[in-house]
């Protein structure tokens, strides 16, 4: 029997920078046949689009879009597991990103199964942390989605400190830490974070510092861990409870918008951010005079952007925006581009 297709789970809060470092890896896979998991939240999948776009040599990638993949296992992941397993000759290495819901254990737990267990192994977790979010005293950028997270997810609302909590399960169960975003901080800002990151994980659990999810894929793929099979050494504040769902409220709404003027663009997407139930903002726009497809994120009150690509001459030049927050409604978020 061949060998077990490795498999690496990459986990982080809303806006650490997750499709960032993944979108790094498979720039610079060294032939690396890669295969991608994104646990998209909504039904249009820009993670997925910004990583297929970035690198021919990516087996595919595959959406999974009906909610945290932690909730989702055997609905969403055993059959897509199932469809690359079944391609297993094709592929040298599967990454899994999930969403800023997820637990990552319940997900490793999976592996054990008998569909998967005998065709692959986790060969690591690696965890981004929001660099500027962490120097700021928080686990995230956006404590308001956190908190919506919070509501949202049923092993939480019971406890007393629930982000924190979330924060060290998902620090607790990597092979990696990565404090990302370290080029918008202080020298002493890093240590410092280094040292907190530190302080609070096994002496097994390698942190380093990122700009831009710049790792190299020699640091995140081959830890060789088999995660599934030790999981007993990676405790979690959810190890007795069985399962959670999350706010039926919070959603994620499609916006098209066609071709805009940039700085338009940028005054409408700051006040769309300043909406309290607004979590995160993520697409492409078609810019007024440029032949490339400008890539939009934002979370809090962040705002980021960069040219990825030209416009391929099949395509439709448009912008098209996914918005994600709680009680949202179409109109009055196009009323923002008026």
């Given amino acids: 029997m061949s060998a077990k297709i490795p498999v690496t789970i990459i986990t982080g809060f809303l806006g650490s920078g997750k499709t960032t470092l993944i979108r790094?890896?498979?720039?610079?896979?060294?032939?690396?046949?890669?295969?991608v998991i994104v646990n998209e939240f909504g039904d249009v999948g820009i993670d997925g689009e910004l990583l297929q776009a970035c690198c021919d040599r990516t087996v595919?990638?595959?959406?999974?879009?009906?909610?945290c993949l932690c909730c989702t296992v055997q609905d969403e992941f055993l059959p897509t597991m199932q469809t690359l397993l079944a391609r297993r000759q094709e592929i040298d290495h599967i990454v899994i990103e999930t969403s800023g819901l997820a637990l990552p254990k319940p997900l490793v737990m999976a592996f054990?199964?008998?569909e998967v267990r005998h065709t692959a192994t986790v060969d690591g977790v690696v965890t981004v942390v929001d660099g500027v979010a962490l120097a700021a005293g928080q686990v995230s950028a956006d404590l308001e989605a956190l908190f919506a997270q919070k509501e949202a997810d049923a092993n939480l609302q019971h406890e007393d400190t629930p982000l924190e909590e979330l924060f060290n399960d998902q620090l607790a169960c990597a092979d990696l830490v990565i404090l990302n975003k370290a080029d918008q901080l202080t020298p002493d800002q890093v240590q410092q974070c280094l040292r907190e990151l530190r302080q609070?994980?096994?002496?097994?659990?390698?942190?380093?510092?990122a700009q831009q999810g710049q790792v190299p894929a020699d640091l995140l793929l081959g830890f060789n861990a088999a995660v599934e099979e030790n999981l007993g050494q990676r405790p979690s504040h959810h190890d007795f409870e069985e399962e959670h769902d999350h706010d039926e409220e919070i959603q994620a709404v499609c916006l098209e918008l066609g071709v805009w003027d940039l700085q338009r663009l940028r005054q409408s997407l700051e006040r769309l951010l300043h909406v309290p139930d607004i979590y995160r903002i993520k697409g492409f726009a078609a810019i007024e005079d440029k032949p490339l497809r400008l890539v939009v994120q934002g979370v809090g009150q962040r705002l980021d952007s960069f040219y990825d690509r030209p416009w391929q001459a099949a395509e439709t030049r448009q912008t098209r925006l996914v918005v994600i927050g709680r009680r949202l409604d179409q109109r009055e978020l196009l009323s923002h581009f008026g």
């Fill in 112 to 114: 054990r199964w008998p």
């Fill in 60 to 67: 595919g990638i595959w959406e999974l879009t009906n909610g």
């Fill in 24 to 35: 790094q890896l498979l720039q610079n896979a060294a032939g690396r046949r890669i295969a």
């Fill in 200 to 209: 609070q994980l096994p002496t097994r659990i390698k942190v380093l510092a």
